[in-house]
């Protein structure tokens, strides 16, 4: 989905998501989970940089931490 909205690699992409994942202190499994839930919802790939900036809000209960 960030691949398609950004044109950028794997790697790119994967690096984004964990980027996110350390600014906001939540699980990379559990962020890229709801991300993709919530993108696979908008369906709108203009909502992509909206909804990684906010999607740590959303994310459940996390477990293992």
């Known amino acids: ?36 839930k919530e993108v696979t919802a908008a369906g709108n790939a203009a909502d992509v940089d909206d909804i990684l900036a906010t999607v740590h809000e959303r994310v459940g209960p996390q477990n293992g931490q």
């Open 1 to 36: 989905m960030l691949m398609l909205a950004h044109g950028v690699t794997p790697e790119k992409a994967f690096a984004m998501l964990a980027r996110r994942s350390q600014q906001t202190n939540v699980k990379l499994r559990n962020l890229a989970g709801q991300f993709v």
